[in-house]
C-alpha cells in the first residue's frame, strides 16, 4: 500500500509516516499543495492524508486532483479545523474519514484499514 501525507508541519508528517511504516505501508511526504500535485500527477496512492490549513491553500484543494489520478483512493483530513463548515465540506466531497488533532495512532492505523 502506497499513503501519501499532505501537512505542513513536519512533526505531524513524520509521527504519521512513522506509524504507517511500522505497519509495512510505504509513505510519501508533502508539506505544499503544489509538491502534492506533482506527486500526484508522478505516482498512485491508495490512501491520502490532507491537513486543510496548508501554506498555500487548503487540502481540500487536492481532492479533485486525486479523484482524477487515483479512481478509488481513499482520501483521509486530519485538522484542527473540525467545525460545522468543514465536515459538511467534507461529506459533500465524499471524504472519507475525517480525524480531528490532536489524533492517536488507532485512529490513523483504522483509517487506513477501513
Known amino acids: 500500500m502506497n499513503v501519501l501525507i499532505v501537512d505542513d508541519e513536519e512533526d505531524i508528517g513524520l509521527m504519521v509516516s512513522m506509524f504507517l511504516k511500522k505497519k509495512g505501508i ?3 511526504y508533502a508539506d505544499r499543495i503544489t509538491k502534492a500535485k506533482n506527486m500526484i500527477q508522478a505516482h498512485a496512492y491508495e ?5 486543510l490549513n496548508l501554506p498555500d491553500g487548503t487540502g481540500f484543494d487536492l481532492v479533485d486532483d486525486i479523484r482524477n489520478a487515483s479512481v478509488g483512493a481513499k482520501v483521509v483530513i486530519i485538522s484542527a479545523y ?4 468543514e465536515t459538511r465540506r ?3 466531497m465524499n471524504i472519507d474519514h475525517f480525524i480531528k488533532k490532536p489524533f492517536t495512532k ?3 492505523i483504522d483509517a487506513v484499514n477501513a
Open 26 to 28: 510505504s509513505v510519501d
Open 47 to 51: 490512501v491520502y492524508f490532507l491537513d
Open 82 to 85: 473540525d467545525g460545522v463548515v
Open 90 to 92: 467534507a461529506a459533500e
Open 106 to 108: 488507532k485512529q490513523i
